[in-house]
């Protein structure tokens, strides 16, 4: 997620290169991918990494949260501002980790930020203020859309809009491996494929119809698209996809949860 954040930024030139420091504890392969793919500075030493920067992101499991903030916390001020894109882990327990009155935004986009399409939902803590939120909005409308939302909703939003591009690249998948299976080459199945879901995604975005309404359109009595829909009805395909939302949604509350009692 910290890479698509920073290859968003970096290619529709809202932030310099110069600007960013990337820290890594322990991979350093993997920091020097970064720094040789996105020219950024890089840094082990996350001190280092924190102590000038006038915005800070987390962009760690949430496991690894704690260690991660005790390790920065001697060295951050009020006037730095903490933006989390850790699932699950609520504005509150940030805050009480960081132990002082520093502003902490949470944000929620998914990878699509790494070509400047990510869905972001953003809120706000008890001591960010108005231009704090103003300012990661601006930040992560450069990597797609930006949707405020009550923090009680973020649960709901990671479940459809950070672990959504998953779902779909699973359903692509099938299509395409279906598509190979019925005679297409592989490059012929994930050009028609890929070309079809971005027809879907500007369709959606350019009518006021509902999807009900649009799949309807495609489809005829007795033909090619009935009969698909018909085998994803008796496999109960809605119903799976809404089971498969609802257990993200929970995971995200049991990270928080879990987090809060250690």
């Known amino acids: 997620m910290a890479e698509a954040i920073i290859g968003g930024l970096i290619s529709r030139n809202i ?30 030493d996350r001190l280092e990494a924190v102590k000038e920067a006038d915005i800070i992101i987390l962009a760690m499991k949430p496991k690894n949260l704690h260690d991660a903030i ?37 944000t929620m986009p998914n990878t699509s930020a790494k070509v400047g399409e990510s869905a972001s939902a ?11 939120l103003a300012t990661v909005e601006t930040l992560f409308r450069a990597i ?7 923090e009680e909703q973020m649960d709901a939003v990671t479940g459809v809009a950070g672990s959504g591009p998953a779902y779909f690249y699973y359903m692509i998948e099938a299509m395409e491996k279906a598509a190979c299976e019925a005679g297409l080459s592989e490059e012929q199945a994930h050009e028609l494929v890929t070309q079809t879901v971005v027809g879907v995604g500007k ?54 949860q879990v987090l809060s009692k250690n």
């Open 122 to 132: 953003i809120c706000r803590g008890a001591y960010a203020t108005d231009a704090h």
């Open 203 to 256: 369709r959606l975005q350019n009518t006021k119809k509902s999807p009900s309404e649009l799949y309807q359109e495609v489809m005829s009595p007795g033909g090619t698209t009935e009969a698909g829909i018909h085998t994803l009805r008796d496999h109960s395909f809605q119903q799976t996809v809404q089971s498969a939302v609802g257990k993200a949604v929970h995971r995200s509350k049991e990270l928080g």
């Open 70 to 106: 005790a390790h920065i916390k001697p060295v951050l001020t009020n006037d730095q501002l903490v933006v989390s894109v850790i699932a699950g882990i609520p504005t509150s327990l940030i805050e009480e980790e960081l132990g002082a009155p520093i502003p902490v935004i949470r």
């Open 144 to 150: 797609g859309s930006v949707s405020l939302v009550k």
């Open 15 to 44: 932030v310099s290169p110069h600007s960013i420091t990337a820290a890594n504890l322990q991979d350093q392969l993997r920091l020097e991918y970064i720094e040789e793919t996105y020219k950024v500075n890089v840094q082990s």
